[in-house]
């Protein structure tokens, strides 16, 4: 089951934006309810002369047509039901359709024929709601989508076409974000083709970083973030360097939008691309993978939230906000050392860039910019990297942005 939870990366929410906060409620709450709903009790409210996909067919190592025939009718009918004006009558459906990926509660009971044929079902139901006006529909749609997907990782890409549809088209933040949940599987799984490990040549990718674009919302944005960059430090060697070539340029594109948002205020929980993008870049495994312009573009992204980072906190007039802002601050002081170890910058430099490190909530506003001064004057002395671009100037203004 599927549960919005802190990431292990994230630290404690410094911040929720506020128009998330009500969906957020709503959604765990309906979610919450599966546990206390058996698969019956939801089918007899629902339509007591559907039938529940037997057993036998949810365990068979070969699906037959007539097998298909009747999953597919199956989820045809239930999900019928996720497109009524009744609540009760919606929320029951959306439980029974993920309870039929699952043999006496678990996923891992299931053959693998019978979850790609099931996934696929989904699919095919779920596809015409993407585009519902009822924000409800939506919703109960996308919890689906990422309850089977994460359930059925490996027949996750038989959902790509609604997922998909899900990411370019959905507006409401409690809908795309379990869409984000959703596609994360999938792009595991769409990665493994040769023909998609390419920049700009995997759509799932496309679609999280235009969609990224237009949001800044916090727990949108850390879904994002870990479906692009594939939970790589638990997956290790199963991600090949051409997957990790491919997502590179997405999260670089993230990091940029994120980091353009500081010249009018500080978007939501901005220690994610530290925790995300900054941790997946400079990763031991992933930036020597990097091509020199691709490496030059992540100390550009690192030199630049440095710096409006650092302006922002010294201004700063919440002490959660400032407090968020200094351990970013405080990590990126980890990653320049990174950087200039990589560059083989000597001892002199990496020490300058410690000073970072040692900030705190209550530290002064002109010592939290000497830091970073002195940091990034460190990092641009490295004769490697001394044409580093002007960082962007953050306006006079500290109002938050978060649509």
Same mark, same amino acid.
């Given at each position: 089951?599927?549960?919005?939870?802190?990431?292990? !990366?994230?630290?404690?929410?410094?911040?929720?934006?506020?128009?998330?906060?009500?969906?957020? +409620?709503?959604? $765990?709450?309906?979610?919450?309810?599966?546990?206390?709903? *058996?698969?019956?009790?939801?089918?007899?409210?629902? +339509?007591?002369?559907?039938?529940?996909?037997?057993?036998?067919?949810?365990?068979?190592?070969?699906?037959?047509?007539?097998?298909?025939?009747?999953?597919?009718?199956?989820?045809?009918?239930?999900?019928?039901?996720?497109?009524?004006?009744? /609540?009760? #009558?919606? =929320?029951?459906?959306?439980?029974?359709?993920? +309870?039929?990926?699952? $043999?006496?509660?678990?996923? *891992?009971?299931?053959?693998?024929?019978?979850?790609?044929?099931?996934?696929?079902?989904?699919?095919?139901?779920?596809?015409?709601?993407?585009?519902?006006? *009822?924000?409800?529909?939506?919703?109960?749609?996308?919890?689906?989508?990422?309850?089977?997907?994460?359930?059925?990782?490996?027949?996750?890409?038989?959902?790509?076409?609604?997922?998909?549809?899900?990411?370019?088209?959905?507006?409401?933040?409690?809908?795309?974000?379990?869409?984000?949940?959703?596609?994360?599987?999938?792009?595991?799984?769409?990665?493994?083709?040769?023909?998609?490990?390419?920049?700009?040549?995997?759509? @799932?990718?496309?679609? %999280?970083?235009?969609?990224?674009?237009? $949001? =800044? &919302?916090?727990? %949108?944005?850390?879904?994002?973030?870990?479906?692009?960059?594939?939970?790589?430090?638990?997956?290790?060697?199963?991600?090949?360097?051409?997957?990790?070539?491919? #997502?590179? /340029?997405?999260?670089?594109?993230?990091?940029? &939008?994120?980091?353009?948002?500081?010249?009018?205020?500080?978007?939501?929980?901005?220690?994610?691309? +530290?925790?995300?993008? !900054?941790?997946?870049?400079?990763?031991?495994?992933?930036?020597? @993978?990097?091509?020199?312009?691709?490496?030059?573009?992540?100390?550009?992204?690192?030199?630049? !939230?440095?710096?409006?980072?650092?302006?922002?906190?010294?201004?700063?007039? *919440?002490?959660?906000?400032?407090?968020?802002?200094?351990?970013?601050?405080?990590?990126?002081?980890?990653?320049?050392?990174?950087?200039?170890?990589?560059?083989?910058?000597?001892?002199?430099?990496?020490?300058?860039?410690?000073?970072?490190?040692?900030?705190?909530?209550?530290?002064?506003?002109?010592?939290? !910019?000497?830091?970073?001064?002195?940091?990034?004057?460190?990092?641009?002395?490295?004769?490697?990297?001394?044409?580093?671009?002007?960082?962007?100037?953050?306006?006079?203004?500290?109002?938050?942005?978060?649509?």
């Amino acid at each position: 089951m599927i549960h919005i939870v802190d990431s292990p !990366l994230s630290v404690p929410r410094f911040r929720r934006a506020q128009n998330l906060s009500l969906s957020r +409620a709503v959604v $765990v709450l309906t979610v919450g309810a599966m546990s206390c709903v *058996s698969l019956a009790q939801t089918g007899a409210i629902i +339509a007591p002369a559907i039938t529940p996909i037997p057993n036998t067919i949810k365990t068979a190592s070969s699906i037959s047509a007539s097998d298909v025939t009747v999953i597919n009718e199956f989820v045809s009918n239930v999900a019928t039901s996720l497109a009524s004006t009744d /609540p009760v #009558v919606q =929320s029951r459906a959306r439980d029974v359709l993920v +309870a039929a990926a699952r $043999v006496d509660g678990s996923a *891992s009971k299931a053959s693998a024929d019978y979850l790609w044929e099931y996934a696929a079902a989904v699919d095919k139901a779920v596809f015409p709601l993407v585009r519902n006006p *009822s924000m409800r529909v939506r919703l109960n749609a996308a919890i689906v989508a990422a309850h089977v997907t994460a359930d059925a990782p490996s027949q996750s890409s038989r959902l790509q076409r609604s997922v998909e549809a899900m990411l370019r088209h959905e507006t409401d933040p409690a809908v795309l974000l379990w869409a984000l949940k959703a596609v994360q599987p999938i792009v595991g799984q769409s990665l493994l083709s040769p023909k998609t490990q390419f920049p700009n040549a995997n759509p @799932l990718v496309n679609a %999280i970083v235009e969609k990224c674009a237009t $949001v =800044s &919302t916090g727990p %949108i944005i850390e879904e994002a973030y870990e479906a692009v960059t594939l939970n790589w430090q638990a997956r290790g060697k199963q991600i090949v360097p051409p997957i990790y070539q491919t #997502v590179i /340029p997405a999260v670089q594109s993230m990091m940029r &939008t994120r980091i353009d948002q500081y010249k009018k205020g500080v978007p939501d929980e901005p220690i994610l691309d +530290a925790n995300y993008g !900054l941790r997946f870049l400079t990763d031991a495994t992933v930036l020597p @993978l990097e091509t020199r312009e691709q490496k030059l573009q992540t100390v550009q992204l690192l030199h630049d !939230l440095t710096a409006v980072a650092a302006t922002r906190a010294a201004s700063a007039t *919440s002490r959660p906000g400032k407090e968020e802002l200094i351990l970013l601050l405080q990590r990126a002081s980890g990653f320049l050392q990174v950087v200039a170890d990589h560059e083989k910058a000597p001892p002199a430099t990496v020490a300058a860039m410690k000073g970072l490190a040692q900030l705190q909530a209550s530290t002064s506003p002109q010592v939290i !910019l000497d830091a970073s001064r002195t940091a990034l004057a460190a990092l641009r002395s490295i004769p490697s990297l001394s044409n580093l671009a002007p960082a962007p100037v953050a306006s006079t203004t500290t109002s938050l942005s978060a649509p």
